[in-house]
């Protein structure tokens, strides 16, 4: 179900238009449902595992790719740690036998135009109110994301603000890739060297798979149909917007516009940095199984080692949930699924059903 809401968020982002400003009425940092809570660690292949191990492998890599489940607290709880551990393992002097490396963290919750600005808050030349209002954060930004840059801020590190700007990627979405020549120089500046890469055959079949699961969602919402409303009543929103699949082909080179833009801004940090340790926190779908960003990091900087850790929501933590073709990662990294936002909305939708 997550990887579903995962990649429905991408197309929703990609399709519809943002109100301004965007309103979150998510569960808070305070609000004690949406909480961190139990996990267990597995290697790629089910072997039981630790943070520990996974600290550890940083070592022989210089990038780590952490996909997350974008709604769920455990999941961004351990991104902090993941960062917080890193850091003091290679980052501090005197923290290994070598000498320590520059550590970076780098978002895909954060658009590259807004680089700058980001830069500036880092150096606390702005204020946190004037860095909200100008860079456009994701939402739940305080509960999910602000422990990450907080850490940098202490701590001196880089953060890369790596994704593409989402007015093009919805340019690419409406009227496909060859309409970015159209662009400034300027607007071509926050994105990946036009022609950016096209999708790999493994890549494009994850995407068609998890597509054709999303359409099944269609007209549903947490597993039963939406009933249709009373009169007076607001429409309940569906899971899945109804004649929103028209366009896949240029909605998947949307998704590699992102791809292909946050590899290229890690490349060009450690073209910069090439002894550095960056962790680049993302949503799962970009670098399950080793498709997406890894594929074009690949492109644009041959041989750079990286490994994958995955942070995925699921059942039963207990018991791992093997990838349909491969690994899914280097590590996996199961949090129980009822703690996400999704599940929480579900519970509590279902619950006013069952009253009425």
Known sequence: MNRKMILLGLLLVLILPLPAPAQDSSPGKLDSAYVAGEYRVFTGTGEPASIDDIVASMARHQVVFIGETHD???????????????YEA??????????????????????????????????????????????????????????????????????IAANAPRRYTTRVTMLGRESLND????????????????????????????????????????????????????????????????????????????????????????????????LHMVGGF????????????ETYRPGTSFMIVMLRAVEDIDTFQAAPEGAWGDFVVQTGEAGTLEQIECRKYLAELEAE
């Open 286 to 297: 970009h670098v399950e199984r080793g498709t997406g960003i890894p594929e074009h990091l």
């Open 90 to 159: 290679y980052g501090v002097p005197g923290s290994n036998d070598f000498a320590p490396r520059t550590v970076a963290l780098s978002l895909e919750f954060f658009q590259r135009d807004v680089q700058p600005i980001l830069d500036e808050y880092l150096a606390g030349l702005i204020t946190e109110k004037a860095f909200l209002a100008d860079s456009r954060p994701w939402p739940r930004y305080e509960s999910d994301y602000r422990a990450l840059i907080e850490f940098s801020k202490e701590k001196g590190l880089a953060v």
């Open 183 to 278: 662009l400034s120089p300027e607007a071509l500046a926050s994105l990946a060297p036009l022609p950016y890469g096209q999708p790999s055959e493994a890549y494009r079949n994850q995407w068609i798979q998890t597509i054709a699961e999303v359409m099944g969602q269609e007209g549903m919402k947490c597993g039963l149909p939406i009933p249709e409303p009373e009169e007076g009543e607001q429409p309940v929103r569906p899971r899945a917007p109804v004649g929103s699949h028209d366009n896949m082909g240029n909605q998947l080179h949307s998704q590699v516009l992102w791809d292909a833009t946050m590899a290229y801004w890690i490349s060009e940090y450690l073209r910069q940095e090439p002894d550095a340790l960056v």
């Open 72 to 86: 769920d607290p455990t999941a961004h709880m351990i991104e902090a740690e993941l960062l917080k551990r890193g």
